[in-house]
Each structure stands twice: as structure tokens, then as C-alpha cells.
């Protein structure tokens, strides 16, 4: 398949992962069994629904990815933000933020001349927005992954030989606890990437980084819009669920380990959207990206609840993703960009936690087939794998077919 790398995740990837799922969730039909709008309620779209409003600010350090580009490696980056925040009852957020950055440090020359530093030092602003999942939500603690996007304008090109008009792309995750009334504490590890979005070549140059944030929210109150049933085909679900899974794949038995480009594992990220009907039928779609080379996909998955009772399920399950391999934004087509298909099957069982969280495991086998498009596409690769996910309900309605 394709050569082991250490572990990357570029924010760019896992941007268009959320933004694809925020608006899956948006257009879908939800049921929450709590009647129908209030007439004094307006509907404004997205927000509307949001049951918290807030202010956040935080304090973020970035280092340099040590083998990402070496000309790069001594410039760190540190920004302070302040953003309003939208949070839907089942999880999603929706943030914009501004920011001020400082970028600083040495540049260091390619060629012969390698050991020559120059001065990279670089202050400026950026507006931009940011989706967040808040995949495990406890009164007093949150536990999430995000992503984001920011418009940069600096003082002066930065990196040296850059532009002063640069995106900030970062992902991530972390924790919020709630210190006390409306406010809470957040931790947050990114990964970042800032470039003019022109190319990854030495004639443009990016800097690539990962650290830590941490930053204060003040809350306030929001009274829900309640939704009433549409009658759709997703309206007739009996629960609705989003799932958030790391999966990974290794090379099968009879796969040639010794070729370099098939022996690398799949390790991936997913997040779906489920809706789970009578007699057990389940149907998802989700995003994930994999590490083993930067790829991102969609797809949906049919699964099979052949047994089911109040705190355990047993499933069967069987999907197909449409991967997308050799861009570095996956959101319109690039020079080189390839296509495969990801065709897999498994067998797992979900257990009830807490109330409407639920935790999932299965294993399956999975193939990657032969790539069209592009000469960045994935070689033909079958593997083995397993997965493990955290599940949170909502909208359940009395199924007399459960004991």
C-alpha cells in the first residue's frame, strides 16, 4: 500500500470530515420527543437548535513537527484567540473565533549552504471558524475532537520566502470541566499546519506544528427549538445515534508483508451518524481519515442487530467508503488526486455504559481496491482489523420488541 510514516494528523483532513458531518446532521430529520415548537420560538437555521450559547478564549503553543520540513523545525508558534461558540444538545459545536498570532524563530537554508539560519519572526491576525464533537458530555466534564480553519494576515511573509496572506489549519482533541456556575476550563492538543494553500513544494513554504491550549468558557442558557417528526424515511428511526471509533487494519496473513508499499497498517479515525430502526436495521454514514497516508473518506455502513436487549447488542455489519488520497485539502480535485474504494465487514457487540452512552468493539476484514483518478491512489490492500467506539443516543422511543 504505501510506506509507514510516524503518526500525522493534518487539520485540513479532519476539517472536511466535521464540516461533512455537521451538515449530515443539520439536513437529517432528528426525533426528540418533546412536541412541538413553541409559537413564540423563531427557527434560525443551525443555531436555532442550540441549547448553549458561549464565550471562549484560550492560549495556544505550537513546536515544529520534527520531520515534517527540517527548514522549518526551529519556529514555534503561539496565539491567543477569543471566539463565540454555539452548542446543540447532542454534542455538536459550532465556533468563529478571532485570533493574534506570533510566529518566531530560524529558518534554515537548503542546499549546500544548509547550516545558514535566517531570522523567520512574524506577527498578525485571523478570523475563522471551528467544528467541534463533543463525543462524551457529562454535566461537569466534556470530552471532544475539533477542527478548524483561520484566514491569517501577517506583518511580513512568514515563514521567510512566504506570503503574508496564510491559512492556519489545526485538529484535535480534548477535555472541558466545569470549575464552577457557567464556567469551564479547557485543555486542548492540536495539530497545526499554516501555508498560503498555493502547494506542498519547496517554492512555497509551510510550517507544520503540534501543541497544547488552555482556555476559559463562560456559558449561558439557551432554550432548545424542539423538532417535530417529519414523517421521512430517517423520521421513522426509533433512535438516532452518533458514533466515534478509531479502527485498525493490518496486512492479512497471505498479503506480501515483505513489499514495502502493503505491509504499513490502516489506522483510522470515524465518526457516523446512525439511525437504528425496527427489528434491529441500522443504517450510518460517516467520515474517517488514516494515517498510513493521508487519506479521507466517506461512506455508508448497513448493520444488522440480531440481537438486542436493554444494556447489550450483538451486530453484523458491512459498508464501503469512497476514498480520496493525494490532496492536501480534499475539498476540490488536485493534480495527482486518486480514488479507491474501501469495502469492509465485521462482527461486534455494543454494551450500555451510562445512561445514553454505549460502548462498542468489533472485528472485520477490510479491502482496499484498485484506484482510479490520479497517480496519488492507494495500491490494491486486504487486511484484518479491529475497532473500538464510544456510541451516544438520543431520541429513543419505546420499542416493545426489546426486553
Same mark, same amino acid.
Given at each position: ?219 449561558? /442558557? ?10 421521512? !424515511? *430517517?423520521? =421513522? +428511526?426509533?433512535? &438516532? %445515534? ?86 492536501? /485539502? ?10 479507491? !474504494? *474501501?469495502? =469492509? +465487514?465485521?462482527? &461486534? %457487540? ?54
Amino acid at each position: 500500500m504505501v510506506s509507514e510514516r510516524p503518526l500525522r494528523v493534518t487539520g485540513c483532513v479532519l476539517l472536511l470530515e466535521l464540516c461533512f458531518l455537521s451538515l449530515c446532521s443539520i439536513a437529517s430529520a432528528q426525533y426528540s420527543g418533546e412536541g412541538s415548537p413553541s409559537p413564540s420560538q423563531r427557527h434560525v437555521p443551525v443555531f436555532g437548535n442550540a441549547n448553549e450559547f458561549a464565550i471562549a478564549s484560550d492560549f495556544e503553543y505550537y513546536d515544529p513537527l520534527p520531520g515534517f520540513d527540517r527548514q522549518n523545525r526551529d519556529m514555534d508558534v503561539e496565539l491567543s484567540s477569543l471566539a463565540v461558540v454555539a452548542h446543540m444538545r447532542h454534542g455538536w459545536e459550532f465556533q468563529f473565533d478571532g485570533l493574534a498570532i506570533r510566529g518566531h524563530g530560524y529558518r534554515t537554508r537548503a542546499g549546500a549552504d544548509a547550516s545558514a539560519e535566517t531570522a523567520s519572526n512574524a506577527a498578525g491576525l485571523g478570523i475563522g471558524p471551528l467544528a467541534r464533537w463533543n463525543f462524551v458530555q457529562f454535566r461537569r466534564l466534556r470530552i471532544f475532537i475539533d477542527a478548524g480553519g483561520d484566514f491569517l494576515m501577517f506583518d511580513r511573509p512568514w515563514p521567510v520566502g512566504g506570503t503574508v496572506n496564510d491559512f492556519l489549519l489545526r485538529a484535535g482533541g480534548g477535555v472541558s470541566a466545569r470549575v464552577s456556575g457557567a464556567y469551564w476550563i479547557e485543555s486542548t492538543f492540536h495539530f497545526a499546519h499554516v501555508s498560503d494553500g498555493e502547494c506542498f513544494c519547496a517554492t512555497n513554504p509551510t510550517w507544520q506544528g503540534s501543541g497544547l491550549s488552555l482556555g476559559l468558557r463562560r456559558t449561558f /442558557a439557551h432554550d432548545t427549538e424542539s423538532q417535530a417528526n417529519s414523517g421521512s !424515511f *430517517f423520521g =421513522r +428511526a426509533d433512535q &438516532g %445515534a452518533w458514533i466515534t471509533s478509531g479502527e485498525d487494519y493490518t496486512p492479512a496473513p497471505w498479503l506480501q508483508r515483505q513489499i514495502g508499499k502493503t505491509q504499513a497498517d490502516m489506522r483510522e479515525l470515524r465518526v457516523s451518524r446512525a439511525w437504528h430502526f425496527a427489528d434491529g436495521l441500522e443504517l450510518q454514514l460517516g467520515g474517517m481519515f488514516q494515517t498510513t497516508q493521508t487519506t479521507a473518506g466517506v461512506g455508508p455502513v448497513l448493520r444488522w442487530n440480531f440481537l438486542e436487549r436493554e444494556r447489550w447488542r450483538v451486530f453484523v455489519d458491512g459498508g464501503v467508503d469512497l476514498l480520496a488520497n493525494g490532496s492536501p /485539502a480534499f475539498i476540490v480535485p488536485w493534480p495527482g488526486m486518486g480514488f479507491n !474504494f *474501501f469495502p =469492509r +465487514a465485521r462482527a &461486534g %457487540a455494543s454494551w450500555r455504559l451510562h445512561g445514553p452512552y454505549w460502548l462498542e468493539a468489533g472485528y472485520g476484514y477490510g479491502h482496499v481496491t484498485a484506484g482510479f483518478g490520479g497517480n496519488a491512489k492507494l495500491l490494491p490492500w486486504s487486511g484484518e482489523g479491529a475497532s473500538l467506539g464510544m456510541r451516544y443516543t438520543f431520541g429513543e422511543r419505546p420499542r416493545l420488541n426489546i426486553n
